[in-house]
């Protein structure tokens, strides 16, 4: 973790609004009141900014993350809607519903905001506030509950600044969020599935849906919904990995970190840098983005430079062991 930030605490406003926008047009962090609970937004299409938020929850791997936005319309660029996912938009927007659906091709939000996923989680809150930050920004905000990982979602500015004053840059305090649990999430990547229950009951979806909804029990703690075999639990690259490589075997891809790169770097089929002057941040934000493209390079496997294991090194190696093993 770097030096503190000043938190700067706003009330409702036009005034807070704006400062709000200006945070996340500049790569901050700003928490801000939803219908469900407070939220930690950044600016979702910057790969930076998301780097910095899951560093300032602490999260100890990287959940994908929902993407807030304004309405309907601005939902349409991200994602593929099929007839269900568009009944059930139609219906619960602007609303405590998320839908997990395909990430469309052209789709602006970083790859480590959807660690990596082919899916992508929407959402169109039903607080004035945040639709009128949504508004003023202008562009996705991805919104993780504003709480450090592990504890319990903020209902209140108080419980945010309790937990993550010092880590982000502005709080907007909109009083209590008036429902006080999580949005529920349906997954609309074949038969709707419930992944995690929240504030909209799930008999209203069956309801519009016309059908019962299958279910998928939650892994641990944190509602943290299990995916189901059609649900990728993790992004895993199809070529094998090789973690801590000193060296790059001919035929083989570089995912190299650091200012230092090993004599053999020059074999390699392929190679990227995770982050050049060794920024733990830099790198998780180019994480899924680099694995990617070294995947499709054709390399017999792909070396992995040693990451350090402090701050968000920790998770670039949680996922980093997670992808190597599916091997
Ligand atoms: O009410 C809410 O949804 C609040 C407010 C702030 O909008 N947000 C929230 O976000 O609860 P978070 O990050 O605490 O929970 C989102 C959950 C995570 O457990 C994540 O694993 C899941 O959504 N999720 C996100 N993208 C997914 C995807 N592509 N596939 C499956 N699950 C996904
Ligand atoms: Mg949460």
Redesign the pocket.
């Known amino acids: 973790m770097t030096a503190p930030l000043a938190t700067r605490v706003l009330p409702a406003g036009a005034e807070a609004v704006k400062q709000a926008a200006r945070v996340l047009a500049a790569g901050g962090l700003v928490a801000f009141p939803?219908e469900?609970?407070?939220?930690l937004g950044a600016d979702a299409t910057d790969g930076l900014a998301v780097a910095r938020l899951y560093e300032a929850k602490g999260r100890p791997a990287f959940?994908?993350?929902?993407a807030?936005v304004v309405d309907r319309e601005a939902a349409l660029p991200l994602a593929s809607f099929d007839a269900d996912a568009a009944r059930l938009a139609q219906a619960f927007w602007p609303g405590?519903l998320?839908l997990?659906l395909p990430k469309s091709a052209g789709c602006a939000v970083a790859e480590l905001a959807?660690a990596g996923?082919d899916?992508?989680?929407v959402?169109v809150?039903g607080h004035a506030l945040a639709r009128d930050i949504l508004a003023a920004f202008g562009k996705p905000v991805v919104?993780?509950?504003a709480n450090r990982s592990g504890h319990v979602?903020p209902t209140t500015a108080a419980h945010v600044a309790a937990d993550l004053g010092g880590r982000i840059d502005l709080i907007i305090d909109g009083g209590a969020a008036p429902l006080g649990v999580?949005?529920t999430?349906i997954?609309c990547l074949g038969a709707p599935v419930l992944?995690?229950p929240?504030a909209l009951p799930r008999a209203a979806i069956e309801r519009v849906l016309a059908r019962k909804l299958a279910e998928v029990a939650p892994a641990r703690g944190?509602?943290?919904?299990r995916?189901p075999g059609l649900?990728a639990a993790h992004y895993a690259p199809r070529t094998p990995l090789r973690l801590n490589a000193a060296r790059v075997a001919p035929g083989e891809a570089l995912l190299a970190f650091g200012p230092t790169l090993p004599a053999s770097a020059a074999d390699a089929k392929r190679a990227l840098n995770l982050s050049p002057r060794g920024d733990l941040v830099e790198a998780a934000a180019n994480l899924f983005s680099h694995l990617r493209a070294l995947d499709a390079a054709g390399a017999s496997a792909i070396a992995v430079m040693p990451i350090p294991h402090d701050g968000l090194g920790e998770a670039i190696n949680d996922r980093l062991t997670r992808a190597a093993a599916r091997r």
């Open positions: 939803t469900t609970v407070y939220g959940n994908p993350l929902i807030h405590p998320t997990v959807t996923l899916s992508i989680a959402r809150p919104a993780p509950s979602s999580e949005s999430i997954a992944l995690r929240g944190d509602n943290a919904p995916a649900l």
